[in-house]
């Protein structure tokens, strides 16, 4: 389906060895477990915490695995990348503890609380537009001023193997997982997860859950093709990048399903995680519940891996909260 | 300083069997830390995450104690009591997974979401005035009525035997504390903690951590006696309940300071909770960070454990939320 497999050399041995290196600079997120949404969707929910990452997400698995491999003076000019957000400021965090530059282009409608982030870690912001045709011009420009090492928020073989850890831990936490649903936009952390589940268990059953508002990556896995939408509008402002085609590869070939929900039932899903779980999360976060909730015949009687992204979202804009 | 100090007969051995007793119906509760806490304090902070408890707070410790002891003959009649919140509902969970009644008599004012929790639960509520005297003249009639066994919310050996295994687990789970801060309101918590630390670490120091708009606990610690507060108002509404005897002894004899903190600061301590550790608690919970806030000088440089207490909050209530 790919005329350019590159991921094709990612084995067990880049997870290990991400793991090792990626290790001093993250948290071992806890797995947390409820009654409540175990009742709502008849299975056993398994949530993975990665908004406990100190920078709030699980990009900084990938980010530390890229900023830390390089020897001193390969990673002396620092690094450079463009993201909606969770990426920049997960970049910045790891370049931050190495001591090295690090620039982002971001959109300028990217939360308030993310930007902070970014600058509290000593990132170097550029805004762009919303779209991501422009925000990819104005990264070549700023890319070409630094020399900063490129690190792809997703389309990148090193950042691929990092978020492949996040996997590898919650397979160690629990016990007997039938499947493990995650957020898709860009698709690194899907594609870290069937890296990971291909590779040490590969009876897991690998999910995708997208908003219907910004369903490119489902519209892509039922063409057979990459289809990018320009600029989707979700609550879910995580998940609005496009495949590439290293994340391609692995949505293509290893994704079981992707499933979809509205902005209303990731918002009632968001609520329940709220509630029930006590954590604060993204929307995007939120998907893989509303999808769950949504195809109970899928998952009902069966013990499933959340993966929680993230947690960075502006306190004075949750919605819902403003009652 | 107390004339009946029947909390002398609690030992180590008391808090081994409650947590033998209670492990099957209680988590195991994350410890999380975060660097930006950490840096605006200059301590070391270890957050004992109580909120992630499936009934939302601590007080499930001392619940299940109180409902998992007695045999089944006794506990037929099932349980009941006065709460401000939390109490009555870990109270309703507990004896819902025994299968025994509860009734609870909640302030007409306690937050909706943990109203709906105990009825959730299978709880039955009877409504009271918000002052403890009026509660506690309502709850006699309430107790008279179904014949069950009355367990307080915290003057009660066997609940301050539950609670005490927070602190064992959090010993358990970090190294080397030097100082461990809990929220007070009846001092169940407190108490608990004591019976902990002076059994299993008794280097380590014990500070309360008190509303300045329901104080009763700091000018009572200073005056030497029991002074009640009836019908204080703070945002940090589990706090609201007077010492009673048994705590008191706790707290007089081997708390080591009580601190006090403003609503303001309450809420300034919240949000960053909220923010850096991303997880949704109560305002009594972000009292101990706010009290660390305000006195520097006793925290710094130290190890210090976190007790955040409780997560039940009515979502669409969050003060600072709805800008």
């Given at each position: 389906?790919?005329?350019?497999?590159?991921?094709?050399?990612?084995?067990?041995?880049?997870?290990?060895?991400?793991?090792?290196?990626?290790?001093?600079?993250?948290?071992?997120?806890?797995?947390?477990?409820?009654?409540?949404?175990?009742?709502?969707?008849?299975?056993?929910?398994?949530?993975?915490?990665?908004n406990?990452?100190?920078?709030g997400?699980?990009?900084?698995?990938?980010?530390?695995?890229?900023?830390?491999?390089?020897?001193?003076?390969?990673?002396?000019?620092?690094?450079?990348?463009?993201?909606?957000g969770?990426?920049?400021?997960?970049?910045?965090?790891?370049?931050?503890?190495?001591?090295?530059?690090?620039?982002?282009?971001?959109?300028?409608?990217?939360p308030q609380a993310k930007?902070?982030?970014?600058?509290?870690?000593?990132?170097?912001?550029?805004?762009?537009?919303?779209?991501?045709?422009?925000?990819?011009?104005?990264?070549?420009?700023?890319?070409?001023?630094?020399?900063?090492?490129?690190?792809?928020?997703?389309?990148?073989?090193?950042?691929?193997?990092?978020?492949?850890?996040?996997?590898?831990?919650?397979?160690?936490?629990?016990?007997?997982?039938?499947?493990?649903?995650?957020?898709?936009?860009?698709?690194?952390?899907?594609?870290?997860?069937?890296?990971?589940?291909?590779?040490?268990?590969?009876?897991?059953?690998?999910?995708?859950?997208?908003?219907?508002?910004?369903?490119?990556?489902?519209?892509?896995?039922?063409?057979?093709?990459?289809?990018?939408?320009?600029?989707?509008?979700t609550l879910a402002d995580g998940?609005?990048?496009?495949?590439?085609?290293?994340?391609?590869?692995?949505?293509?070939?290893?994704?079981?399903?992707?499933?979809?929900?509205?902005e209303d039932?990731i918002i009632a899903a968001m609520k329940t995680i709220w509630k029930?779980l006590r954590i604060v999360m993204e929307p995007s976060s939120a998907?893989?519940?509303?999808?769950?909730?949504?195809?109970?015949?899928?998952?009902?009687?069966?013990?499933?891996?959340?993966?929680i992204?993230g947690g960075n979202v502006d306190l004075d804009k949750l919605p819902g909260t403003r009652g």
């Open positions: 389906m790919d005329d350019m497999i590159t991921t094709d050399c990612l084995t067990l041995a880049d997870i290990r060895e991400a793991n090792e290196r990626i290790k001093p600079h993250i948290n071992r997120a806890s797995v947390l477990r409820s009654d409540y949404p175990d009742d709502l969707t008849s299975a056993q929910l398994f949530f993975k915490c990665e406990f990452q100190e920078a997400a699980f990009k900084v698995r990938g980010a530390c695995n890229a900023v830390f491999g390089p020897n001193d003076k390969a990673a002396e000019r620092g690094v450079c990348t463009h993201s909606s969770n990426h920049a400021l997960n970049l910045s965090y790891a370049a931050g503890r190495r001591g090295i530059p690090c620039n982002v282009v971001m959109p300028r409608t990217a930007k902070d982030a970014v600058q509290r870690y000593g990132g170097i912001i550029t805004e762009g537009e919303r779209s991501t045709t422009s925000r990819e011009a104005v990264f070549a420009e700023v890319q070409a001023g630094t020399g900063g090492e490129f690190v792809h928020p997703y389309n990148d073989p090193r950042v691929i193997a990092g978020q492949a850890t996040c996997s590898a831990e919650l397979l160690e936490q629990t016990d007997g997982l039938d499947a493990v649903v995650a957020p898709i936009g860009g698709g690194g952390m899907i594609s870290g997860t069937c890296l990971t589940l291909l590779n040490l268990a590969p009876e897991v059953k690998i999910y995708a859950a997208e908003p219907e508002q910004a369903d490119d990556a489902f519209r892509s896995f039922k063409a057979g093709h990459i289809i990018a939408d320009d600029a989707p509008v998940l609005k990048v496009p495949l590439k085609e290293n994340t391609w590869h692995f949505v293509s070939n290893f994704v079981n399903d992707i499933h979809t929900a509205s039932e029930h998907v893989p519940l509303a999808t769950i909730l949504k195809h109970p015949e899928v998952f009902k009687g069966k013990c499933v891996g959340v993966i992204t």
